[in-house]
Every structure is written in structure tokens, then in C-alpha cells.
């Protein structure tokens, strides 16, 4: 496999860096051919455990939902706990060989204290069957939801949900550890922490500034908790060693306008708060750098209240999905050479659209996999990636509208019926490569 050499890099270094636009259109210039990857490199797919599972009635979303006719209920979900077999026996099919998931951690604990040993059975039995098939499951500790105990308790807020983030840690990491690998301790903290504590959007609906960032703070610490406490369980049990790291929300961040100071001085703080922060209070505590990537944002000033500082794609016209995000595939390029300073394995742990257009899903699948690539010819450590999501799932406080899956749902029959792009996908998977003649689904960009 070709790679570009540090002589070339250095002719695109300029003041501010390394000139990554130029740096990608000068690897693009060269491969017009099968663009292979990595040997060992993972293929899969996410989902989480609120999303996909169903019934999970003893967490804070489940209480939020029913709380109100308005809003979306996730109820059955997709029935992955009956179903999840068959969901993995597809992605075997399609040559996956990684899938992430996460353990609902109001399953684990239902009440303060007491552990569910028939829940601690059920996440057992998932990851047999993904060995089973010779997928590595990635597991995923926090995605979002919380037992409805610990939120009546302060949740997030409070100084002691670290303590019972690290009890509940301890648990389920002695029981699974031993078939895992990869950990993921919290998915995306800082919107979670935005979400659900500045912007009133998810549970507990709070609008606090001061509350977000308490509970970012104590995100942050219970990350590196959970971090010490993995790695120690391990080598007391001789289990080897873990990887263990989040899955952050990684966001492309450009200057509005090139020459408005104003401009770029807030991308550059958009960009330390949303892509840096965590990291930058939690070094050394990670073994891994994960992903997550949807968005990309041209930064025009700065809006306190919501920490939005961009423009919507909607108002500039751009090409979006079908819950408004931009498509901007050369934002993953940047985001994943911007971060590859820290020196990591780096995984995309999400990645994927939202659209009944499935030209428009094989064209973003294709050139975000594309960008990927193009990242890893010029030296970036990636590991693996996995799309957003295996099936159609509940999208948060949006419900069941958005379409994510590589694989649909009819939600009445819970019948799964493999999507377009989970043909390409399954080449891609099953080839290590994305062939040439797949480039075509590039095409021009559909509205
Ligand atoms: C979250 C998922 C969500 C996806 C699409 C990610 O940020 O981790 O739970 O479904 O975005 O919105």
C-alpha cells in the first residue's frame, strides 16, 4: 500500500498546520484504483442498548417518555433481546467482524444495589454468540440512559454518580472482562452533558450552564475511574490487557469566513470544546481514540445558550440527511488527522445517515469510507469503523422516523429486510477494500 511520505507532508505544512485540504486532494490525485485497508482492520457496525433492545423500563428514559403523550416512546424498540441472533447472524453475513454495543446499565441494577443476574445472562449470551461468529465485540458501558434510581439520587449532577458509575463499573466488567477486549466507558459525554443539562432535550431536562458543566466534570472523572478500575481488574484476574477508551462525538470545525478573526476565533474554541476537552482533562487515560462523526460545522459566532456556534445547513442550502445534518465526508479526513496528535489507535465508532434514500445512503457510505481511507494513507492510525447503525433503531427524542439502519425494520412485524447499501457494505467488508467500481456511487449529490 502506497503512503504519502513525510517529504510530501511537509511541502503542505503551513503556519497553521499541516494544509489538510491539499494534503487530500494531493493522495486523492494518486489512487484511482481498489483502495485497500489495513490488514486486521475491523468492519462493524453500533447500536445501543436503549435503542435496539425494548422494554428497558427501569431506566430515566423510559420515565421521561411516559411521562408525556408527546413523546416518542421507545417501547419494544426492535426486540433485540429476542431478536438479536438473527440481527447477528446478518452482520456475520455481511462479513462484519467488530460490533459494538452497549450494556444497559439499568438492566445490570434495576434497584440501588441489586444485580440482575438473569440481565448479566443476556449480555453473556451476546457476546458468546458474536465470538461464536467471530466478531470482536466492543462494549460500551454508558450510552445515554441511566438506571431511574441513580437519577432520582442527582444523576449525573452529583459528586456520588461516580461512585456508582464505578460500582456498577466493577461488576459487570468482573462478569463480561474475560470474553472483552474493547470497553468503552461513556459514548459521547459532552452531549450528553448538553443535551441533558443545557439544551432541556433529554433527561432530566435541565437548562443549567453551571449543571453542565458539573456533570461533564464528573463524566470526566468517572471515566478515569472506570479507566484505572478496568485495567486493575485485568491484571488481577491475568486477563492480559484491556483497551479501553470512549466513543467521543468528533465535530469538522471551519471558520465561517477565511479572513473574520471573529470567526476563527470561535471555531478554534468550537473545536478545543467539542474534539479536545475530554481528552485534554483525561490524557494518558486512554488506550484508544474513538469516533463518532456526523457533523461538520461552519462557525459564525457563538450562541451561550445552547453552545451552538454555527450556521445551520439548512440556511445555507448544503446537502443534508433527514434530520438536517450536513453531508461533508472530507470533515471525517480532517477530524481524524486533527487527532491522530495524540498518538492513538483511532476507531470511527459511528458513522452513518439518516434517509429512505438509499442512492444517498451508498453514496455517503462510500465516500465518508473514502475520506477514511485517504486519512489512513496519510499516516493515521485507524483501526476499524463501524456504521451507524446495524438496524433501524428508536432515535432518542426524535423516535423511529429517522432511518439509520443497513438493515430496515418494520416495527410492525419487526421483519429485518437488508438495505442497498448493505450489499456494498458487505463487499466492502468481506474484499478489506472498497473496489474501484464502487466509486461510481459518488456520483453527484442527491437532495
Ligand atoms: C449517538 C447515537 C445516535 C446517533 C445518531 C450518536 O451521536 O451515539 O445514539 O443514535 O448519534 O443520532
New binding site residues.
Given amino acids: 500500500m502506497a503512503k504519502i511520505n513525510k517529504k510530501q507532508i511537509k511541502k503542505l505544512l503551513t503556519p497553521q498546520g499541516v494544509n489538510t485540504r491539499a494534503l487530500r486532494r494531493s493522495i486523492r490525485l494518486k489512487f484511482h484504483q481498489t483502495l485497500y485497508f489495513p490488514k486486521d482492520f475491523f468492519w462493524g457496525t453500533s447500536t445501543?442498548s436503549h435503542?435496539v433492545e425494548g422494554n428497558n423500563i427501569f431506566n430515566d428514559w423510559w420515565r421521561w417518555e411516559t411521562q408525556s403523550k408527546k413523546r416518542h416512546h421507545s417501547g419494544k424498540a426492535c426486540d433485540q433481546k429476542k431478536y438479536f441472533e438473527k440481527d447477528f447472524e446478518m452482520a456475520k453475513k455481511m462479513h462484519q467482524n467488530a460490533h459494538r454495543f452497549s450494556i444497559e446499565w439499568s438492566r445490570i441494577e434495576p434497584k440501588e444495589g441489586c444485580w440482575d443476574l438473569e440481565a448479566v445472562q443476556y449480555y453473556k449470551n451476546i457476546i458468546r454468540s458474536l465470538r461464536k461468529k467471530h466478531i470482536e465485540p466492543f462494549v460500551t458501558l454508558h450510552?445515554?440512559t441511566n438506571p431511574a434510581w441513580f437519577s432520582r439520587k442527582g444523576g449525573w449532577d452529583c459528586a456520588s454518580s461516580q461512585f456508582y458509575f464505578s460500582r456498577y463499573v466493577k461488576f459487570i466488567v468482573e462478569e463480561l472482562g474475560h470474553d472483552v477486549h474493547y470497553w468503552m466507558t461513556i459514548?459521547?459525554p459532552l452531549?450528553y452533558s448538553t443535551m441533558s443539562y443545557l439544551a432541556g432535550l433529554w433527561p432530566p431536562e435541565k437548562k443549567s450552564y453551571w449543571l453542565m458543566l458539573k456533570s461533564y466534570r464528573n463524566l470526566i472523572r468517572a471515566h478515569k475511574k472506570a479507566y484505572r478500575l478496568i485495567h486493575s481488574i485485568y491484571k488481577k484476574k491475568l486477563w492480559g490487557k484491556p483497551s479501553v477508551g470512549i466513543?467521543s462525538?468528533s465535530v469538522s470545525i471551519y471558520s465561517y469566513k477565511k479572513h473574520s478573526l471573529f470567526n476563527w476565533f470561535f471555531a478554534l474554541i468550537s473545536d478545543w470544546i467539542w474534539n479536545h476537552s475530554f481528552f485534554t482533562f483525561s490524557r494518558r487515560y486512554h488506550d484508544f481514540i474513538g469516533i463518532?462523526y456526523?457533523f461538520h460545522y461552519r462557525v459564525r459566532g457563538l450562541h451561550f445558550q445552547t453552545l451552538r456556534f454555527y450556521l445551520e445547513a439548512r440556511q445555507e442550502h448544503r446537502e443534508m440527511t433527514s434530520?438536517g445534518w450536513e453531508v461533508y465526508p472530507q470533515g471525517i479526513f480532517d477530524v481524524l488527522v486533527d487527532l491522530n496528535s495524540y498518538k492513538l489507535p483511532i476507531f470511527v465508532t459511528?458513522n452513518?445517515i439518516?434517509t429512505t434514500n438509499e442512492s444517498k445512503r451508498s453514496r455517503y457510505l462510500i465516500s465518508y469510507l473514502k475520506e477514511v481511507y485517504h486519512a489512513i494513507q496519510a499516516g493515521v492510525d485507524v483501526r476499524g469503523y463501524f456504521y451507524?447503525?446495524l438496524i433501524d433503531?428508536f432515535?432518542?427524542e426524535k423516535g423511529f422516523e429517522?432511518r439509520?439502519g443497513l438493515i430496515g425494520i418494520n416495527y410492525r412485524t419487526m421483519r429485518r429486510k437488508p438495505r442497498h447499501a448493505a450489499l456494498l457494505y458487505s463487499k466492502i467488508c468481506e474484499n478489506n477494500s472498497i473496489p474501484h467500481s464502487f466509486l461510481k456511487y459518488l456520483g453527484h449529490s442527491v437532495r
Fill in positions: 445501543s435503542q450510552h445515554f459514548n459521547e452531549v466513543a462525538n463518532n456526523y434530520v459511528e452513518g439518516a451507524w447503525s433503531n432515535e432518542w429517522p439509520f
